[in-house]
């Protein structure tokens, strides 16, 4: 039986995300796993078309985003770790998510990657495109979480 040791949780902080967060916790405490959840910051671009930001100011921007977002999975991590008897520590990376996702994995030696579909791809199609791209790019076990 497959029993994961490492899990990673990508997180948006949206509703589909939390309810992956949620299977991951399951799965954690039947297994005594160790989850990692991260958050990716879009890189913001400095420049679109024929306008373009000081350097400051999306400095500014990224900080906010990255203090943001700390805030959020410290209270995520301490609502859960309060609650649940498992280790769960948070990161936090910029850039494109699908490929730190998958970064990420190789790097920790991840298990299994718990991740939400959200189905914005399109009608035609239920996957998200950053778990789309996830599913198709890990070299492990991945669980969409609908």
């Not at 995300?17 to 991260?38: G, H, P, R, T, W």
């Not at 679109?48 to 999306?58: E, F, H, M, P, Q």
Request: proline content about 2%; glycine content about 6%; hydrophobic content about 45%.
């Amino acid at each position: 039986m497959f029993a994961p040791k490492s899990i990673l949780v990508p997180t948006d902080f949206s509703g589909y995300s939390d309810k992956a967060l949620k299977e991951a916790v399951d799965i954690a405490v039947q297994n005594k796993s160790k989850i990692y959840l991260l958050h990716v910051i879009d890189e913001i671009a400095q420049c679109s078309v024929d306008y373009c930001l000081d350097t400051a100011v999306v400095a500014q921007l990224e900080e906010q985003s990255r203090k943001f977002a700390e805030e959020k999975l410290q209270k995520e991590v301490a609502a859960i770790g309060a609650s649940k008897d498992i280790e769960i520590v948070f990161d936090i990376k910029k850039g494109d998510a699908a490929e730190v996702i998958v970064a990420e994995q190789k790097d920790k030696g991840i298990d299994l990657i718990v991740i939400a579909s959200h189905g914005k791809k399109g009608i035609l199609t239920r996957l998200g495109s950053v778990s789309e791209r996830v599913l198709r790019e890990a070299k492990g076990p991945v669980m969409l979480v609908k």
